[in-house]
T-cell receptor
């Protein structure tokens, strides 16, 4: 079946502009995660969705970052007034999200490479 | 602060040898443990998951978990140049839905 897809694959923008990144998870996966990865660094957790709800927004770096998920499927990460330090790869992952039990595998999309000039 | 620690490397191993990657974690309540492989410029992909103390083998890969000592390791037997990548260790937080990620160990397999 289809995996996690993300768009755009690459985005170059000017400082101060807003950008919108999209994630389409695996069908039937209720849990969705956004991460940020700077060059040569590990994964930085941004936000987690269970269905359309975001019980944990603790990783969002500032109020310029927001995310939403509609219909329990597609999610959008929006960065307002982009800064050069926002340049990174933004990764989306999804998992089954079954209640209780053990954590399931997270499946990653190909990422969006954002460059802020 | 819940943490997952990995040696950043690079770890250089000759082709055909055993590569040993280690990870320690701080949260005693963690229940699920994962090793992901990330090639340069690519997304992480799952290699192994382990939930119980002991060893779990899958082909050339063996994951080892010791909850008392709070470490998890990954052994790669008969290392191949294609195994050269960064290996990320991830463990569940107390919410059991979120993963705490290590920064990764860069592995280089030399022909």
């Amino acid at each position: 079946g289809a995996g996690v897809s993300q768009s755009p694959s690459n985005k170059v923008t000017e400082k101060g502009k807003d950008v919108e990144l999209r994630c389409d998870p695996i069908s039937g996966h209720t849990a969705l995660y956004w991460y940020r990865q700077s060059l040569g660094q590990g994964l930085e957790f941004l936000i987690y969705f269970q269905g359309n709800s975001a019980p944990d927004k603790s990783g969002l770096p500032s109020d310029r970052f927001s995310a939403e998920r509609t219909g329990g499927s597609v999610s959008t990460l929006t960065i307002q007034r982009t800064q050069q330090e926002d340049s990174a790869v933004y990764l989306c992952a999804s998992s089954l999200g079954l209640p209780g039990g053990l954590q399931e595998t997270q499946y990653f999309g190909p990422g969006t490479r954002l460059l802020v000039l | 602060q819940k943490e997952v620690e990995q040696n950043s490397g690079p770890l250089s191993v000759p082709e055909g040898a055993i590569a040993s990657l280690n990870c320690t974690y701080s949260d005693r309540v963690s229940q699920s443990f994962f090793w992901y492989r990330q090639y340069s410029g690519k997304s992480p992909e799952l290699i192994m998951s382990i939930y119980s103390n002991g060893d779990k083998e899958d082909g050339r890969f063996t994951a080892q978990l010791n909850k008392a000592s709070q470490y998890v390791s990954l052994l790669i037997r008969d290392s191949q140049p294609s195994d050269s990548a960064t290996y990320l260790c991830a463990v569940t937080s107390d919410s059991n839905y979120q993963l705490i990620w290590g920064a990764g160990t860069k592995l280089i397999i030399k022909p």
